[in-house]
């Protein structure tokens, strides 16, 4: 046998050799593939869960997202368990809700925070599939001019306030033609400025326009509710675009839909009044 003859199977055993280790990369790279320890996750082992620092009921009680009592935290664990993740493996990550639409690197696996699915936020972050879509509500003070609002033209009269970013606030400009509403960073600072009279009148969601009257700013009430706004799908949970576990993680939220916990969880914790009136135009 010459040398060439023999540097030519060499090199044919170490092809072979290369092949076969490249073939079984796939395999080891996605063993644990939709597994808590899919190597996917920001952190393996974990469910990290982006959401606001404070929360609020109805979606999260007690300031407390680990408590698991509310309607988003609710549906957070229920869809942990569904990916087999157990109660201690869901970690929480506090935010604001300008950082969580903003694009680049988010340090969580999605982020859940009252986040409405709309055209412009899918092309820098992805979302699941919808899972709630709640009606817009009017929240003000007695004595105010809200009060007798009947058209879209008594509500454009008020002094508004609004978060930035928000759908309430793309509401306000797109529906009802208001270009002059004073903008905050958080719901919080819109409610205080409600309270010192600096705005007439806020938008919300229904859910959390019952808590904000109830506890927040008791003094306040919740004075019409307004149509849909066509171009807000609803609430979806948020990643980093692009993220693989996207189908994952909707694969086991449309299995929970399913299963009625999202209606569930809607019933427990996201109760609307049928009386309140409704303002269309």
């Known amino acids: 046998m010459t040398h060439q003859m023999i540097d030519t199977m060499?090199?044919?055993a170490s092809a072979l050799l290369l092949g076969a280790v490249a073939a079984t990369l796939p395999l080891t790279a996605t063993a644990q593939d939709r597994t808590p320890m899919d190597p996917r996750l920001q952190t393996p082992g974990q469910l990290t869960v982006g959401t606001g620092d404070p929360v609020y009921p109805p979606w999260m009680l007690n300031n407390d997202p680990a408590g698991g009592e509310g309607f988003e935290n609710g549906l957070v664990y229920a869809l942990a368990e569904e990916m087999g993740f157990d109660r201690d493996q869901v970690v929480w990550v506090g935010q604001t809700f300008d950082q969580a639409i903003a694009p680049g690197a988010k340090p969580y696996d999605f982020a859940i925070q009252q986040i409405s699915v709309t055209e412009p936020r899918a092309e820098i972050v992805s979302f699941s599939q919808v899972y709630?879509?709640?009606r817009k509500a009017v929240i003000a003070l007695p004595g105010t001019e809200a009060e007798n609002a009947t058209?879209?033209?008594d509500l454009q009269a008020l002094r508004w306030g609004a978060v930035i970013g928000t759908t309430d606030n793309d509401y306000l400009v797109n529906i009802l033609g208001i270009e002059d509403a004073a903008i905050y960073n958080?719901?919080?600072?819109v409610?205080?400025?409600?309270?010192a009279g600096q705005i007439d009148a806020t938008?919300?969601?229904?859910p959390t326009a019952l808590y904000v009257t109830a506890v927040q700013v008791p003094d306040a009430g919740i004075v019409a509710l307004l149509p849909a706004d066509e171009n807000d799908n609803g609430h979806g949970l948020l990643f980093e675009f692009?993220?693989?576990?996207v189908p994952w993680?909707?694969?086991a939220l449309s299995a929970i839909i399913e299963q009625g916990v999202v209606d569930d969880l809607i019933d427990t914790y996201l109760v609307a009044d049928p009386d309140l009136p409704i303002i269309s135009e």
């Open 10 to 12: 060499r090199r044919a």
């Open 132 to 134: 709630y879509q709640p």
């Open 151 to 153: 058209s879209f033209e």
């Open 186 to 189: 958080e719901q919080v600072d």
């Open 191 to 195: 409610f205080q400025a409600l309270q």
């Open 203 to 206: 938008l919300s969601s229904l």
């Open 242 to 245: 692009g993220n693989p576990i």
């Open 249 to 251: 993680v909707d694969e």
